[in-house]
């Protein structure tokens, strides 16, 4: 019926002083505490899980925590649905549910939250647990997306491979209880065969928003305190989005890959740098990626560079260019795309649009302009800014006016895309046009159709 794929993320670990009777006595007993999400990512069972499905929960994790906000799936934490996310449906309100059987049973609604509360802000480097069964998923595409993932979510990742002689994960322990609960759910009447996977979601998300005390035999320390359920529609699942890899020469051998830091962001989001180890070292050198500093080298050895490209370029290299160049192609009425810092991120998302009133100029001393300070020596340029109306449509699709105020722009912070970004009138199928005055009503409305807003979100 469903595919069910389950993450359990740990963060946040610290150490606190509890105290324990022991004999009559009180004394206090250091013990090691995190906070833990487990995490279901729901979809039709006609689709196969892969690196790309296991590549999409993982940037929607990484941006739920960080920022509160999915960018790909439906979510839900808590009975209310998360902002961000695409092929979003109607909610339910409460409800009184009839079972097959006759019974009656009360189901919550589901609200949208207000706003986007991150859940682990300071969230800045990931450490990826994975069995290393060459069955579980493309390990090449992996291994690409981990030399990628601090240039695409603002967060290093790094992959150990569990050796899977090693046993059972901690997500074996999690992986049955939303099958459980869906079993128990069938069994009384409550959910039908014909269900299709986000009225699954969105009956756990209502009946189990929270963890329910299970005998798992999971440790304390990877208790789970909330669920995160995520329901994605297959259109999700994008070569755009996780593009596929060439194969990792000696990859068998490698049992930790971290991304290898480079200044070239073009060429590393082709070529996929990493640095590799036959083992996992916990030193807090190596913790901290400083593998040069690794205490352990002795028996260790050092870190092996290695590449794991992208299998096809088309359409990368030639997206971005140099600033400069990038400066000169811009003109009046040309579309720009500007990347927001993660404090300004709301719903519009990472990228804000603007049309430009003029070719850029450089300030030849620093300037204020609406509370925003621009230095000497930066280029800018007139412009307006799109609003976002709404949230995206069904199928990503994208509504936006343009306002009328005019802004000043720094070219530094826009995407350097040579393709230009087209906005369509939404009514007529026109380029966004001027009123006499040269300036823009708020009212015309202008689409930025889902794929071209994926082909750029994939450069941030
Ligand atoms: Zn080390």
């Known amino acids: 019926m469903i595919n069910n794929g389950v993450t359990v993320v740990g963060y946040r670990p610290r150490k606190v002083s509890v105290p324990v009777k022991k004999g009559g006595m009180v004394r206090l007993e250091v013990r090691r505490q995190q906070d833990v999400i487990v995490v279901y990512g729901i979809f039709s069972a006609s689709y196969k899980p892969s690196a790309v499905t296991y590549n999409i929960q993982a940037e929607d994790i990484d941006s739920i925590l960080k920022f509160g906000r999915s960018?790909?799936?439906?979510?839900?934490?808590?009975?209310?649905?998360?902002?961000?996310?695409?092929?979003?449906?109607?909610?339910?309100?409460?409800?009184v549910m009839h079972t097959e059987g006759g019974g009656a049973y009360a189901l919550p609604g589901i609200t949208d939250a207000e706003e986007a509360v991150p859940l682990?802000?300071?969230y800045e480097r990931s450490t990826e647990i994975t069995d290393g069964a060459p069955t579980q998923f493309d390990n090449k595409t992996n291994y690409h997306q981990r030399a990628i993932w601090e240039l695409k979510t603002g967060i290093e990742r790094k992959g150990v491979q569990l050796i899977t002689m090693h046993g059972k994960g901690v997500c074996d322990g999690y992986s049955n209880s939303p099958a459980k609960a869906l079993n128990l759910a069938a069994a009384a009447g409550k959910i039908v065969g014909q269900d299709g996977p986000r009225d699954v979601v969105l009956y756990l998300a209502r009946d189990r928003p929270t963890p329910q005390t299970l005998?798992?035999?999971?440790?304390?320390?990877?208790?789970?305190?909330?669920?995160i359920y995520i329901y994605y529609d297959e259109r999700l699942f994008t070569k755009t989005s996780v593009p596929d890899a060439k194969p990792m020469p000696g990859s068998s051998k490698v049992h930790m890959a971290a991304a290898k830091k480079t200044a070239d962001k073009a060429a590393a989001l082709r070529d996929g740098p990493l640095l590799t180890s036959a083992y996992f070292c916990g030193c807090s050198a190596c913790t901290a990626s400083n593998f040069d500093g690794c205490l352990m080298k002795d028996a260790f050895g050092s870190v092996v560079p290695k590449n794991c490209a992208r299998a096809s370029n088309v359409g990368l290299a030639s997206q971005t260019m140099q600033l400069e160049d990038f400066a000169r192609t811009l003109e009046r009425d040309r579309v720009v795309a500007v990347r927001v810092s993660a404090d300004e991120a709301d719903i519009e998302g990472m990228l804000w649009f603007a049309i430009l009133d003029d070719t850029p100029i450089k300030l030849t001393e620093a300037t204020m302009h609406a509370g925003q300070e621009f230095g000497e020596g930066w280029l800018v340029a007139h412009g307006h800014w799109?609003?976002?109306q709404g949230a995206p449509a069904a199928n990503g699709d994208r509504t936006y006016v343009i306002l009328p105020e005019v802004v000043i722009l720094n070219v530094n912070s826009m995407l350097p895309v040579a393709t230009p970004i087209i906005f369509n009138a939404a009514n007529k199928n026109a380029r966004p046009r001027r009123a006499r005055g040269g300036g823009f009503n708020s009212i015309t409305t202008y689409l930025l159709n889902n794929s071209a807003w994926e082909s750029l979100t994939g450069l941030l």
Request: a neutral charge; zero cysteines.
């Open 71 to 95: 960018i790909h799936g439906e979510a839900f934490l808590n009975g209310k649905r998360l902002p961000g996310g695409k092929f979003r449906g109607p909610l339910p309100e409460d409800e």
């Open 120 to 122: 682990f802000p300071e």
């Open 215 to 227: 005998k798992t035999g999971i440790s304390g320390y990877w208790k789970a305190d909330q669920i």
């Open 386 to 388: 799109f609003s976002l």
